[in-house]
């Protein structure tokens, strides 16, 4: 029996698979976007019924929101013509928003004040931040050559904002220059803490004393040769003005006869869409053509009514100046014999002050006029000139690259072992954090002036800048100093360990570590400093919510509102959105929580 078993089994042979089988794709439920869908929106009953409500709720908010973004209006000289045309295409006042004030303002939320002629320098200066910036935030890609520029940037920056003369950044750059060899100099024969601090005094003399003296012969010195040249220019230029100015005020009101013109042929056409003819298509097109051609003609005007003003000013100045001109020989005359009435005076104090009073108006006024004969730079552009967000961005960068260092070195302050800088460290910290920030610019605003001597002059703005920086570094201070307790005690011991001292063991072993951990949160005070800046309203300086507040006061734009707070919160979203991701990008490139 087995052997018939035998033959009719068929052996088993073995099987090997000589190929791969191909990939198979995923279930559908297990991968992609349904598979994403279903772990966060639907991954149980609860979520479903919230993920089912937040689509009805979002689609209810976008359904009144983007018809009302899209079909707005952005060819108009008023709120008022924007209804117009809003009401020719069959809506109501409020069914589309009027997108034409940004159109027509734009300029003044950007620049401020800002002459049109000089936009081209803050371009420039902000050009020029990205190309100084690069070096130090994206160091892997970017030549360490450029961080001498990175170095020169901020007196570059500084004098192609507000202009003048280009001895000021080089002599202030000749400080640093000055500090160095001092500190040179010193370390060589005394200890190194004091040569520090000959060093800063040298600078700060330097900025005290040496600055406006070598300014001011510069200034005479490049200015005297030019004087009869400068007079006879001047003479000459003022005989055309008044043409230049007739030939302005003629084109401003030719411009407005057809403006006039089209805004009458405009509400003609108006008139017969609200009559209901029947090719209503037609005259709309004709409108949106209207509306188009009168945004171009005020642009004109605008431009035109620009140089107008500029011209009148130019006339109004020159004169001034001319009259300033011909003062110079006589001042030149009389300065011998003013400072002999000095000498003369010694004896009698009144006599004496009289004396120095006069001398030193006469001398004021030679430099003023030698400042503008001699200039060799830029025009100078004031700082109540300054606004929008010109104003913000000068005030949020300033803020944020000197608030960062001071911040570190409060930081380590407020650590150290040295009672009486840990105390100073303290309470600075604990005072500045203690009190709003309005308070503080309401101080550097108006309280700060009784603390100066009688007749200083100090520029608003950068007391503002000077405020904003204390402020902010006493938040990165806090930053910094959770940073540095982050580290574990063996970080520490590790670098006394390798024969470093204090200095190098912050630079090289402890700094590098809690600023890795500290990035989130030095990012999130960077951000709200920029957004802070727009407190300086409340102190008269005009940033992008003072403009708003004067262009609403504005009888064309009253009552306009979402649409400059929208443009306004959008660009302001969109810089912080990109220091955002870059502290996220600076976290992946470090590892910070993997190292």
């Known amino acids: 029996m087995s052997e018939v078993h035998s033959e009719t089994a068929t052996p088993t042979q073995p099987f090997v698979r000589t190929e791969m089988l191909t990939e198979q794709p995923a279930p559908i439920a297990q991968a992609g976007a349904v598979r994403w869908i279903r772990e966060n929106l639907f991954s149980s009953i ?74 081209w320098r803050p371009v420039l200066t902000f050009v020029l931040m990205a190309v100084a910036l690069a070096p130090i935030l994206f160091s892997d890609w970017v030549p360490r050559q450029l961080m001498i520029f990175s170095i020169l940037y901020p007196f570059i920056a500084v004098w192609l904002i507000w202009g003048g003369s280009i001895w000021v950044p080089i002599l202030v750059v000749a400080s640093f220059v000055v500090g160095y060899l001092v500190y040179r100099i010193a370390s060589g024969v005394v200890f190194a803490g004091l040569a520090v601090g000959l060093a800063i005094l040298a600078t700060v003399l330097w900025w005290m004393f040496a600055i406006d003296a070598i300014n001011s012969r510069l200034n005479a010195a490049v200015g005297a040769p030019r004087y009869d040249a400068a007079v006879a220019d001047l003479e000459a230029n003022l005989a055309i003005l008044p043409e230049e100015v007739a030939t302005a005020e003629a084109l401003v009101e030719s411009i407005d006869a057809q403006v006039a013109e089209i805004v009458a042929d405009r509400d003609a056409v108006v008139s017969r869409i609200m009559e209901g003819v029947s090719d209503v298509s037609a005259l709309q097109d004709e409108l949106l053509a209207y509306q188009r051609t009168l945004t171009d003609l005020r642009n004109q005007q605008s431009s035109a009514a620009r140089a107008l003003t500029v011209v009148t000013a130019e006339l109004n100045d020159g004169i001034r100046l001319l009259e300033s001109y011909q003062t110079l020989p006589a001042l030149i005359e009389a300065l011998p014999e003013l400072r002999e009435n000095v000498a003369n005076a010694a004896g009698d104090e009144v006599a004496l002050a009289a004396a120095e009073d006069a001398l030193r ?60 800088l840990k105390m100073v460290s303290v309470a600075f910290i604990e005072v500045i954090r203690g009190v709003p920030l309005i308070v503080w610019l309401i101080t550097a605003s108006l309280l700060l002036n009784y603390f100066l001597p009688p007749g200083t002059t100090f520029d608003l703005v950068l007391r503002v800048v000077i405020m904003v920086t204390l402020f902010a570094s006493a938040y990165m201070a806090e930053v910094i100093r959770g940073g540095l307790a982050a580290l574990p005690r063996g970080q520490y011991e ?63 734009w009253n009552g306009v509102y979402w649409e400059i707070f929208i443009f306004i919160g959008a660009c302001f979203f969109v810089f912080c959105y990109g220091m955002s991701q870059y502290s996220q990008y600076l976290e992946r490139k470090l590892a910070t929580g993997h190292r």
């Open 361 to 420: 108006s006469a001398e004021e006024r030679m430099d003023s006029i030698y400042a503008v004969l001699g200039r060799v730079g830029l025009p100078p552009v004031q700082s109540r000139e300054i606004g929008g967000f010109l104003l913000a961005l000068i005030l949020g960068v300033s803020g944020i690259v000197l608030s960062f260092p001071l911040g570190i070195l409060l930081a380590l302050g407020r650590q150290s072992d040295l009672i009486l």
């Open 46 to 119: 609860p979520n479903s019924i919230m993920t089912i409500l937040s689509v009805l709720f979002i689609a209810y908010v976008l359904n009144g929101i983007v018809p009302w973004m899209l079909g707005g209006v952005w060819n108009a000289g008023s709120l008022a013509e924007c209804r117009t045309v809003l009401g020719a295409f069959g809506g109501d006042s409020h069914s589309g928003a009027c997108w034409a004030v940004i159109e027509d303002r734009w300029s003044q939320l950007v620049f401020g004040f800002y002459p049109q002629e000089y936009y």
């Open 494 to 556: 590790g670098a006394d360990s390798l024969g470093l001292n204090y200095a190098q063991s912050m630079r090289l072993i402890v700094l590098p570590q809690a600023l890795k951990i500290s990035i989130p949160g030095i990012v999130s005070t960077f951000i709200g400093l920029f957004k802070d800046t727009v407190l300086v309203v409340f102190i008269g300086l005009l940033d992008p919510i003072g403009f708003s507040n004067s262009i609403r006061a504005d009888t064309d």
